[in-house]
Every structure is written in structure tokens, then in C-alpha cells.
């Protein structure tokens, strides 16, 4: 599905506004990135994909951000870089956060594909590489993040 | 082997001798750090999902601070839940309305140099001035340590800034914070360990160090850590272990600067990588001035603005919001805080408060504030039309003084 391109250090209070955080996810979710992209939270779709540039996510330690994203059925978040609390929030979310070096080839509006297997994103344009899960996290995000791994794990002791 | 104070603080936790930068680590958590927002609303429907305890309630400490004073129906029902949830989940370290959760804790004597502690919320790398190892995490990953006790880690390589000689009256921590985000940007610290080191941070107050390591977290380390001495001691009131890197140990980058050649900073709209010195925003007319905040209105941070203000009055609005009540009760005491009033200083609630705009008051689209908070991204603190500039107290008393951004070096005769 499409790619929606933003810039660097794109914030979790852009992401995920302080004047919302009261409210549940959903609510959230229809003012993220308005203030950067206004028909963003309007017209994002499920499958879609987020691009960006470098320390995506910097700032909060709230979940809201990568939860927001996931809320709105963005498939994964592709980035030069990303901060490394938001990082950990996304995987722990079961939202893919991927790093790609060469994210900034990607262009506003293209629809992308990914293969998690080979650790590909495949554009109009060609195909580009990204980092894969590091291993100890790939059985997280296998089960669909920290809750439902916990789950398991904790049944499994039972 | 040479080891970082990091290195020493995560194979502890880790319970090795050594660990090596890059591997993967298990890490016993002494510590979990909640506040009314991350902690017990998110955190408690999690926990019964997975019908499941706290692993050792006497190691969590809750403290509300973000949604003081309640102000609407979700408000009052966020702090409910933190209130009730201590009660049932047995903790007894909790501190309600005491002020923000960053200076709570230290002030109430919760962290050790040598400690390996989590808190729910970014700024949490201010625990690291005590050389202890504390860091911010999402509220699921929270669930995650409140069940199991534990936290992965890879093992941060280090990156020393090292300030010689001694900072120049009228600057601060802040300035320095500041200038290192315009310098390395706002993933500088590539999510490793910022250590602080040099003659300007040894003889810096136990608050102006925890402004560095609290400004970490705009800098993108993962914490920042400052060795413990006597200055640790002498704040904690209690015998400590001195824990600091070894002095050859393997760093990432190590930079040189002389403390003295810090100026005044300021971080121009929207982010705290727009900092330039003073001088290039000299003029700038602002309509609020705003001191709060973990980052800069604790006792340190009011003294510094009191500084400025004795005798004077402020031209524009100027909110004050002490960062937890002892720091308020002591600024009272030693006549700080008279000085904030006689300048005109409106006094607010000892939490978050306008910082992360999550109370009732917020920014309006007119604002042009200059604030001694952390951040300045876009729609914050309220409108996404609102413009504020970050300093430092010292900045912010004098900019508050002339009615425009000011060289408080010029109001300290």
C-alpha cells in the first residue's frame, strides 16, 4: 500500500498531541501528524506505510505514538533511524519499525510491498534492503509484541 | 577489562563481571517509576489480562504529577486509578501531589548510585546524575518488568563530555544541554550512554546535574550517567559506594569543551536543536514566561531565577510552577520564593503542569512563551500555532524582566 513520507526527527507530540493523551487510543489516533500532514489521520489506510528520515519517534516515552500509528493500520514504519524508546515501544506494540538506510528513496505516494523474509521493501522503483529484527526480539514480534509473547510465556510456566 | 561506568552498572544488574558493548543483556530491575499518566491507567488492564502480579511492589515507587490538579471528569479518573491501583497492587512508596516524579524520587531517597532502575516516562535518564542506571520505557514494556522483574538491554558504548574549568555566571547545566543538542542534534547520543565529566560538573549542586541528564533524553542517549562523589553524598544524606568509569575504559567519542565558553542558549520554535547563543534572538518580544518543570524549576533552577528577579518585575506574564513541594517549602524558607511573588510570579501546582500540555492550562495560539521546560516541539504545550522558546532560568527571569529574549548576563551586576 501507499507510502506516506515525512521528514527527521519526527516527535511522539506530533505523533500522539499531550492534549489528547487523556483520552483512549482512538481518540488519539484521528490528530496524529495532523499538525505535520492534515489528511494524514483522514486518509491513511490500513496497510499503508510510514517513511521517514532520521530519530523517528524522538521525545515521549508514551505508547500512544507507535499505538496511534498501529491504530490508524499502518503496516510498519520504515526509517533512516528511529529514537530508541519509540524503537522499543513499536516492536513491544507489534508495530514494525524498520530500518532502512536508503528510506529517503522512497517518494511521497508509492506504493511499497515488504517481504520480511528477505528483508525487503519493493518500490516502483526497485527493491531496498532493511535491517531485519534483531534476533532476540524476533520471537516478540513473531507472537505480535510484548502482551501476547507474556501471555504465552507465562501459560507455558503454568 | 576497562570497563564505563555504564558497562559497571549494566553487568551488575546483568549479574556478570563485565559486559561488552553491543551484546545483549538480562538486567534485574531495582527500581520501577510510574506516574499517574504511563503507570497505573495504562498498566493495570495489562496486568489483568495477563492475571498477573507485581513481581516485588516494595521496588515500584508511583508518584502523580501529570494530571494534578484534575480539572475534568478523565483527569480525576486517571488519578483515581493510580491512587486505588497502589492499594491494590500493595506499593507503598507512593507519592501523591508531592510534585514531579523526577525530583520526587531522588528527593524522598528512592535511588542509589549502583542501581538499575526503569521509570515510565523519558526523562527518567535524571535518575543518572546518582550514577544509577536509569532509563524511560513505554507502559507495555513496563508490564513487562512489573511481571518478570526483568529488561533486556544491549550494552551501551559510551560517549564522554567532559567540561573543564567552570561555567561562567549567568550560564547553567541548561545552556550546556542546550548548546550539545545544537552541536550533536537531537539523536547525538545514538541511544548509548551521554557520561558528563570534568571540573565544571564536579563542582556543579546534585540539580544542576540532574538538568544534564534529564536533557539527555532530547540529546537521544539512552540515559546519561555522572560518576558519584561527594556531592552525591552530601544530597542523599547516606553513606554511598563511589561508582565511576575506569579511566582508560574503550569510548565511543569523548569530547573536549571548557565550560567557560558556554554562553547563554536558546532554543528557537520547534525544536531544541534551533539553539543558538542568546545574542542572535536578542529583541525577540515574548508574552509569557514560563519556569517549570522537571527540567527547570527545581530548587537549583528557582534560586537561579530569583537571582535575576530580586528587586525587579517581570513586564509579561510569568508562571512558576516549582517542581515538587520540598523544593517549594525550601525556596520559602531561605526567601526564593518572595522573590518570585514580589516580581509578579504567578505560582502553580508542583507538577508537570504546562510542560507536556496535558492539564487544563495550554498555550494559546498568540503565545510566544520563553520556558525553562525541555522541549519545544510543535503543539506541545498547547496550540501547534504557539511559539516557545527554551533557556534557561536565568534566561527566562531576565527575558521575563525586559518584556523581550535577554542576555541575563546583563541583569547580573
Known sequence: ?158 | MKQTLAQKLVARAAGRSSVTPGEIVTCKVDLAMMHDSGGPRRVKPMLERLRAKVWDPSKVVVITDHYLPEYDEESRRIVRSARDWVREAGIASFHDAQGICHVVLPERGHLRPGMFAVGGDSHSTTGGAFAAYMFGIGATEMVGVLVTGEIWLKVPETIVMEFAGKFAPGTSAKDAMLHLISRFGLDGGQYQVVEYRGDAIRSLPMQERMTLCNMTAELGGQTGLIASDAVTEQFLKTNIDIWESDSDAPLLAHHRFDAADIAPQVAAPHSPANTRPVDDFKGIEVNLAYIGACTGAKLEDLRMAARILEGKRSRIRLLVAPASLRDQQAADAEGVLKILLDAGAELLPNACGMCAGYGERQLDAGTVAISTTARNFQGRMGSPEAQVFLASPYTVAASAVAGRICDPRALLA
Request: hydrophobic share 45%; proline share 7%; net charge neutral.
Open chain 1, 1 to 158: 500500500m501507499r507510502a506516506w513520507v515525512l521528514g527527521d526527527n519526527v516527535d511522539t507530540d506530533v505523533l500522539a498531541p499531550g492534549r489528547y493523551m487523556k483520552l483512549p487510543v482512538e481518540a488519539i489516533a484521528v490528530h496524529c501528524l495532523e499538525s505535520l500532514r492534515p489528511d494524514f489521520p483522514r486518509e491513511v489506510r490500513s496497510g499503508d506505510f510510514v517513511v521517514a528520515g532520521r530519530n523517528f519517534g524522538t521525545g515521549s516515552s508514551r505508547e500512544q505514538a507507535p499505538a496511534a500509528l498501529k491504530h490508524l493500520g499502518v503496516a510498519a514504519v520504515i526509517a533512516e533511524s528511529f529514537a530508541g524508546l519509540f524503537y522499543r515501544n513499536a516492536l513491544n506494540l507489534g508495530l514494525p519499525a524498520l530500518v532502512c538506510a536508503a528510506a529517503r528513496e522512497i517518494r511521497d505516494g508509492e506504493r511499497l510491498a515488504i517481504d520480511f523474509g528477505d528483508a525487503t521493501i519493493s518500490t516502483p522503483r526497485g527493491s531496498l534492503r532493511f535491517e531485519p529484527i534483531p534476533p532476540h526480539l524476533l520471537a516478540m514480534v513473531r507472537d505480535g509484541g510484548l502482551l501476547p509473547h507474556l501471555e504465552k510465556r507465562l501459560k507455558g510456566n503454568a
